[in-house]
């Protein structure tokens, strides 16, 4: 049934409510459910036959304006599978201005707690994560770090990874002590992401002693990358998406692929004559 007021007055299938303090969390009538099952087994069938899915998801989205993953999914199809980069940032646009609908003024996007654990929220911060990335993919860079930024904001324990997504932000506009600002609100984390990026920033920044003692951290947790970085020639993987062990080869090459970029050879050469006077990191 839909949500309703006292009155009886029919309202949205999905509103938007503060929990206590500053925690928010969107709550969904029982058709919405029903369509989160729709939705989920839309997803399943994409590889399989992409322009059916599409259909059912400009369907779903006529129907029930607030299904988030609908708007989330079908960006997918357009970017990824007809190559179509701007018409599914359209369409996440429009997913937002729905989504904004919803917010009261209280409300502001990337302040107020909207935690990944309230399962109702996910849909939103999928939507959300993936206008991040398509905004970095068409080169809006600023605009992407400023939705990545919005997301830590929202969910600081950061189930999506989007932390990575930020740091890579920061390298391509040279934020460098914003991104060790971020480095240090996710201090003792092993992402791979963060603790090589808190040595680039460093680097980048001239500040060669606070560099070398977070290279030796960083060797420690994940010495396949330290190995990465000082290779001579890298190989491309194969397949970007399949899963990888942590500390692994794979994910060395993983980190080189999507920051290796970054890495130039001033910064290299720090870890090889680092790797070169022994310690914690070796060749």
């Known amino acids: 049934m839909p949500i309703t007021k006292g009155s009886g007055e029919r309202v949205h299938e999905v509103y938007f409510t503060r929990d206590s303090g500053d925690q928010w969390s969107f709550k969904f009538s029982d058709d919405m459910h029903d369509i989160q099952g729709v939705l989920y087994e839309i997803s399943e069938s994409i590889a399989d036959s992409p322009a059916r899915a599409e259909r059912r998801l400009r369907s779903i989205i006529h129907g029930h304006p607030y299904a988030f993953d609908a708007y989330d999914q079908l960006a997918f199809i357009y970017d990824y599978g007809q190559r179509q980069p701007k018409l599914a940032l359209n369409v996440l646009e429009a997913g937002l201005a729905r989504a904004r609908e919803l917010f009261p003024e209280e409300f502001v996007l990337g302040e107020g707690r909207v935690p990944w654990s309230i399962l109702e929220n996910r849909p939103f911060l999928r939507m959300y994560e993936r206008m ?3 905004l970095s993919n068409l080169g809006k860079v600023d605009m992407a770090r400023d939705v990545f930024k919005a997301l830590i904001g929202m969910n600081p324990e950061d189930n999506q990874g989007v932390r990575e997504l930020l740091c890579s932000c920061y390298f391509r506009l040279a ?8 480095c240090r609100m996710y201090d003792g ?7 090589f990026g808190s040595v680039l920033a460093l680097l980048k920044l001239g500040r060669r002693r606070n560099a070398k003692s977070a290279l030796r951290t960083a060797a420690t947790w994940r010495p396949n990358i330290a190995q990465e970085i000082m290779a001579r020639r890298h190989r491309k993987p194969r397949d ?3 899963p990888y062990e942590l500390g692994s080869k794979r994910e060395a090459e993983l980190y080189w692929n999507d920051f290796g970029d970054y890495w130039d050879e001033a910064a290299v050469s720090f870890v090889r004559d680092e790797a070169d006077k022994g310690g914690s990191i070796s060749r």
């Open 189 to 195: 984390d092993t992402t791979a992401a963060i603790l």
């Open 175 to 182: 934020e460098y002590s914003s991104l060790l600002e971020l």
């Open 132 to 134: 991040g990335l398509e």
């Open 240 to 242: 970007l998406s399949s």
